[in-house]
């Protein structure tokens, strides 16, 4: 599709982005879709306030769904997209800017890449919040195996209690056990002095990056599983003449 018209494609999918933190605001299910966590961060953070994004199947929901406001607000690792950036990042947004609030989000894979960092945020006396989207696997990896080869390998994985875990550096551990927990525990970290982490399941049965309406339609998963993902395509706009500039032809 040719696009003339900047605005125009930037306004739909702007609309798209408001309209979504609409429909999940109530969305009770549980594990958590990545697209309500994002949006209760966004409600939990001011303009100025930093979150700093990890690599894995969250960053790129982060990229799609999280509204930002002013620059520098929105930190992603892209390039070399290194795992484990998250909590030093964190480190690093708030020795610059001490007294922003900082959100970091990351996997459970790219958390246990540089956990042991925890003790340095403590013993710099740091404050901020390390949000972790558990799932127990290396999410886009497991996704685009079972897009090319119909199964997955290697990618899942089991992990230590994140409450006791961050207790021991002398952090604060939680753990959000319904839809209803994540805001008032992000509020509740925000304002503790030190680190707080944060262990939130989440559902990622919509991760659809990187899968072509061909390639799901060709993947030998089973149906049940191919249903969310077309859904998901179809609510993005990535089957939909929508994202056409009115004076395309």
């Known amino acids: 599709v040719r696009i003339k018209e900047t605005k125009h494609i930037i306004s739909i999918l702007r609309n798209s982005v408001t309209e979504e933190c609409k429909t999940t605001h109530d969305d009770t299910s549980f594990p958590m879709k990545p697209q309500k966590i994002l949006c209760v961060v966004r409600e939990v953070l001011k303009p100025d306030d930093i979150l700093i994004s990890d690599v894995g199947a969250h960053k790129l929901w982060i990229?799609?769904?999280?509204?930002?406001?002013?620059?520098?607000?929105?930190?992603?690792?892209?390039?070399?997209?290194?795992?484990?950036?998250?909590?030093?990042?964190a480190i690093a947004a708030k020795l610059v800017y001490p007294?922003?609030?900082?959100?970091?989000?990351?996997?459970?894979?790219?958390?246990?890449?540089?956990?042991?960092?925890?003790?340095?945020?403590?013993?710099?006396?740091?404050?901020?919040?390390?949000?972790?989207?558990?799932?127990?696997?290396?999410?886009?990896?497991?996704?685009?195996?079972?897009?090319?080869?119909?199964?997955?390998?290697?990618?899942?994985?089991?992990?230590?209690?994140?409450?006791?875990?961050?207790?021991?550096f002398g952090a604060k551990?939680?753990?959000?056990?319904?839809?209803?927990?994540?805001?008032?525990?992000?509020q509740d970290a925000i304002k503790q002095r030190g680190v707080s982490v944060v262990d939130c399941p989440v559902d990622y049965s919509e991760n659809i990056f990187g899968l072509s309406k061909k390639s799901i339609n060709?993947?030998?998963?089973?149906?049940?599983?191919?249903?969310?993902?077309?859904?998901?395509r179809s609510?993005?706009?990535l089957d939909s003449p929508k994202l056409s500039s009115p004076n395309t032809k």
């Open 235 to 237: 609510k993005y706009f």
């Open 99 to 168: 007294e922003r609030q900082v959100i970091a989000i990351m996997g459970d894979g790219g958390f246990l890449m540089n956990s042991q960092e925890i003790e340095t945020a403590t013993r710099l006396g740091l404050s901020f919040v390390s949000l972790i989207f558990h799932d127990n696997s290396y999410g886009v990896i497991k996704s685009k195996q079972l897009n090319f080869f119909g199964r997955s390998a290697f990618v899942d994985f089991s992990n230590p209690d994140f409450v006791k875990y961050a207790e021991s």
């Open 173 to 186: 551990g939680y753990r959000v056990e319904s839809a209803n927990d994540l805001k008032p525990i992000l």
């Open 63 to 89: 990229s799609r769904m999280y509204p930002v406001y002013k620059p520098n607000t929105c930190i992603i690792s892209n390039g070399f997209a290194s795992m484990g950036i998250a909590l030093p990042g």
């Open 218 to 232: 060709h993947t030998k998963v089973g149906a049940e599983n191919l249903q969310p993902l077309h859904m998901a």
